[in-house]
Nanobody, 123 residues
Framework: QVQLVESGGGLVQAGGSLRVSCAASGRTFVSYVMGWFRQAPGKERDFVAAISRSGSSTYYVDSVKGRFTISRDNAKNTVYLQMSSLKPEDTAVYYC????????????????WGQGTQVTVSS
């Protein structure tokens, strides 16, 4: 198990940028594929982006491609989501999650979750 704590959420105007972070406990961070998900009010939790153990591979949902960048620092046990050109529809609670699976896009393999951080984009 790995414990995950997100931070960095907040209120930003449309078109602005924000970076959210997720700090992981323990010495096994590098053994996990890491992902970001989001849940808007009244909607299901959706996949946003994922990054491989080494950081060499990334995967994004189409709606954020070119606007969001996922990265990780294995020395700091931290994964980041840099969000740019934000839109009101990006408003959601953002969760990071960890997977021991082989595929970045295998949603069912993400079984360690943080508590989430709120991102609100005003129009």
């Amino acid at each position: 198990q790995v414990q995950l704590v997100e931070s960095g959420g907040g209120l930003v105007q449309a078109g602005g940028s924000l970076r959210v972070s997720c700090a992981a406990s323990g010495r096994t961070f590098v053994s996990y594929v890491m992902g970001w998900f989001r849940q808007a009010p009244g909607k299901e939790r959706d996949f946003v982006a994922a990054i491989s153990r080494s950081g060499s591979s990334t995967y994004y949902v189409d709606s954020v491609k070119g606007r969001f960048t996922i990265s990780r620092d294995n020395a700091k046990n931290t994964v980041y989501l840099q969000m740019s050109s934000l839109k009101p529809e990006d408003t959601a609670v953002y969760y990071c999650a960890a997977s021991r699976g082989l595929s970045l896009s295998s949603i069912g393999d993400y079984n360690n979750w943080g508590q989430g951080t709120q991102v609100t984009v005003s129009s």
